[in-house]
């Protein structure tokens, strides 16, 4: 019985040094695979270092005590981090569900900056319009500004005319920007605060300097136009802009707000690829007298709708650099003020240019080769019954059809000047008359997306700034003053013009017009129609209505 009881102690003491070595075995490749081996993009260890690991010896120093148990604690440490590696690294395994997954194509945002308990990707975005109202749409996180902006044309049943934009608004730093077609709207909406707020406008001017880019860039601003002789093609301008290993620079004065100050100081500034630089020694262009003002990369232009009230700007003509970094810091904003309207636009749209490049012209082509697209499929097709519409003459027994064009031309102008003395006749006798101020045709207008009542001057040319301010913008107002005539209010090479449209009487009838009786109209209507085709005492065409709309 000794001896098998000393057997019996021989062969656990020979099991625990078994367990003890296989601990330290495993402790030491564990550590060495953490340590020395690089992982795989898998967490897989590559063949020949997981046999070189085993080959090494263990040291003395590292045998511990069987008093001792830490092996086992030290074992799930290192498997635990061992774990923490696997998971970050992304096992290259197909997912056998895509379907319960986000798109492929949305972005991987850093964790806390996207809206939480939204698990299925659907993210909810409050839109306003102009008049203060707003409307809560669900997204996908891949959704762009523009397919957003198709969205909500679609569903308030807006004229799509590609003129629509998603405004980033700031209240409490009184700056606002229209985002860019191929901006992710919940990206954008994560580095915004709880007071900010997107609007639904037009903006006929976001790729209006594709269209007439003199107009934008003016020549002494312009680095490579003072190099060349006489002016450079339009074509050209763009195409330098647009190309990256081109070096153009925008170049001039800027009223510049000092950091965490209210003073501003008129400096020599230049905007380039690399970003905005200002000279320390006047107008030298010399690496050593240049530093920086702000990064185009990592930072937006935004425009300052409160300049003068908020920064004690020194005009008008106000626009900022904001880091994406920032909030409502406004000490951490550059804040540059332009000398006339056409200088600021030059600065803020070859900063677009700069940032995103051939993108935007990418942007602004795509509505255009959708609508191509669409001709050759949707080319319309006129039915039976209006292939067989001719013109008849009813004045005899039976009809006859007019083959003449002329007579059939006189015939149409005879039955307008027939309609005209039937509603004179029934305007006199006391019956409802098209004519008739109380009448349909006298607030006709009213319904018409161009006309916006009793809105002021101010008001109006708010609203055209907001829009855009390219040639033709245009809307009808009531006039102030004369509670009878209407306003016409009109941009023309950025500058807004009234224009009084007033009553006229000619035999006994009521028309309008702003010639002073030269040309006459039956209604607002007819007016803006005929100025929508023909220039008349006008600067130009009627092209671009100020809109609204109601979400």
């Known amino acids: 019985m000794k001896c098998i009881s000393e057997k019996d102690d021989m062969d656990l003491e020979a099991l625990v040094n078994d367990m003890n070595s296989s601990f330290e075995s495993l402790y030491t490749s564990c550590s060495v695979q953490t340590e020395s081996t690089p992982l795989l993009h898998n967490g897989q260890l590559p063949r020949h270092a997981a046999y070189h690991t085993h080959a090494q010896p263990t040291s003395p120093h590292q045998r511990l005590h069987r008093s001792q148990p830490m ?64 409307k809560a749409v669900e997204i996908p996180a891949d959704m762009t500004a523009r397919d957003l902006c198709q969205f909500l044309v679609y569903k308030n049943h807006c004229v799509d005319d590609n003129s629509w934009a998603l405004v980033e608004h700031h209240p409490a730093l009184g700056l606002e920007r229209c985002l860019e077609d191929h901006e992710l709207v919940v990206q954008v909406q994560a580095s915004m605060t709880s007071e900010s707020k997107f609007i639904f406008r037009k903006n006929y001017a976001k790729y209006e300097f594709f ?68 000279s320390t020694k006047g107008t030298s262009k010399e690496p050593r007298h240049l530093q920086l003002l702000a990064d185009l990369e990592d930072s937006n232009v935004f425009t300052v709708i409160t300049g003068r009230k908020l920064h004690n700007a020194p005009n008008d003509f106000e626009f900022c650099i904001k880091p994406n970094k920032v909030r409502n810091e406004v000490k951490e904003l550059r804040m540059l003020c332009a000398e006339d309207e056409q200088s600021r636009t030059c600065w803020m749209t070859a900063f677009r240019l700069f940032k995103y490049g051939i993108l935007l012209y990418q942007n602004y082509k795509i509505p255009q080769q959708r609508k191509t697209l669409l001709s050759h499929f949707s080319a319309p097709v006129r039915s039976v019954s209006e292939n067989s519409l001719v013109a008849m003459d009813f004045s005899g027994r039976i009809g006859r059809v007019i083959d003449n064009p002329m007579e059939a031309q006189s015939a149409a102008m005879e039955e307008g000047h027939a309609w005209r003395k039937r509603s004179q006749r029934m305007n006199i006798l006391g019956s409802p008359s098209p004519l008739h101020p109380s009448s349909l045709s006298g607030v006709i207008h009213r319904t018409q997306l161009w006309f916006h009542s009793r809105i002021s001057r101010e008001e109006s040319h708010k609203m055209i700034h907001q829009q855009g301010r390219v040639d033709g913008m245009f809307l009808l107002r009531d006039s102030q003053s004369n509670p009878k005539a209407f306003v016409l209010t009109l941009c ?60």
Not at 506 to 534: H, P, R, W
């Open 211 to 278: 269209k007439n880019p003199l107009n934008f860039f003016p020549e002494q601003m312009v680095a490579f136009c003072q190099e060349t002789s006489g002016t450079i093609p339009p074509s050209q301008l763009l195409q330098n802009f647009l190309n990256s290993r081109s070096c153009p620079e925008i170049q001039g004065y800027l009223y510049v707000k000092e950091m965490g100050r209210k003073s501003w100081k008129k400096l020599y500034v230049f905007l380039r690829r690399s970003g905005l630089y200002f």
């Open 71 to 134: 092996h086992i604690l030290a074992v799930r440490r290192l498997q635990e981090e061992e774990q923490q590696y696997r998971t970050s690294s992304l096992p290259a395994i197909p997912n056998p569900f895509p379907e319960l997954c986000s798109p492929a194509s949305s972005p991987t945002l850093s964790s806390g900056s996207l809206p939480q308990c939204q698990p299925s990707g659907k993210y909810i975005i409050k839109v306003f319009s102009e008049d203060g109202m707003g």
């Open 492 to 551: 023309h090479h950025q500058k807004i013009k009234h224009f009084q449209i007033l009553p006229c009487e000619e035999d006994g009838q009521m028309f309008l017009s702003l010639d002073d009786g030269a040309t006459k109209f039956t209604d607002l209507i007819q007016l803006v129609e005929f100025y929508v085709l023909n220039r008349g005492v006008l600067p130009c065409k009627l092209k671009h209505p100020c809109t609204t709309v109601a979400l």
